[in-house]
């Protein structure tokens, strides 16, 4: 059976995922837990979608087993905030190897990433920035170069969130250039909220010490006003991309 998470944005699309069958594609090689390629049909309606399910996720010390339910929760901080950073993304129960996440493949150039689109598509700085912040929200411990996409609609977007919203701080991305930099009323004033409340839906993918946590989050960061600094140097993942 499928559960769905209501979100205000791209509701076609998480209808088809939550509904549809199912059909692995094949296996995403570089990924480490065991992510795959499906097709989710419902008539004539079909998309592409990456699935990973808790049955592939591969053992860590600091994180409990259901990494999918971090994707989710990623999804659901993202469109609450009108940032739309992530694709949407839902849970299933059913599908072919057991409950994992599903998430719509975007289709984007992989010579393309982070790191390019800082250097060369200046149109981009205003999401990137935005990215910036989303990832001290949710505490990102993996945000690798490769993990930022620009897609066909020419959308920023954010993947791979299975490493987020951990009660420790273990914020670790290679999104540093806007260190030190305030940031812009529109979005203080996009996770103003989440000082107060979190989104409907993430009480059922986290418990509460990191729901806790995001809170605090969202009220340091408003204080601050300003994006962190890494005074560490040590605060990136690997590989870089």
Not at 44 to 70: H, I, M, N, Q
């Amino acid at each position: 059976m499928a559960r769905k998470i209501a979100a205000s944005g791209d509701d076609a699309v998480l209808e088809l995922l939550t509904t549809g069958e199912v059909e692995v594609v094949a296996r995403i090689v570089p990924s480490s837990n065991h992510a795959l390629l499906v097709r989710v049909s419902c008539g004539e309606r079909t998309v592409s979608a990456v699935y990973k399910p808790e049955a592939g996720e591969r053992p860590l010390w600091d994180f409990e087993p259901g990494l999918y339910r971090r994707e989710v929760a990623a999804y659901l901080l993202s469109d609450a905030l009108g940032w739309g950073l992530v694709p949407p993304t839902v849970v299933r129960d059913d599908a072919p190897a057991g409950v994992g996440s599903l998430q719509l493949w975007i289709e984007a150039d992989p010579s393309e990433h982070y790191f390019t689109l800082y250097e060369s598509a200046p149109e981009t700085l205003a999401s990137l920035r935005a990215m910036a912040v989303f990832d001290v929200l949710a505490n990102n411990a993996d945000r690798k170069s490769g993990h930022v996409l620009l897609g066909p609609d020419g959308r920023i977007q954010g993947i791979d969130h299975g490493l987020c919203f951990a009660a420790d701080d273990k914020l670790r991305t290679v999104i540093w250039d806007f260190a030190g930099e305030p940031i812009g009323r529109d979005l203080l004033d996009g996770f103003a909220p989440l000082a107060d409340e979190v989104p409907a839906g993430l009480s059922t993918l986290l418990d509460e010490w990191e729901l806790d946590a995001l809170r605090d989050r969202a009220r340091r960061l408003l204080a601050a006003g300003r994006l962190p600094v890494d005074l560490s140097g040590y605060r990136v993942p690997w590989p870089l991309v």
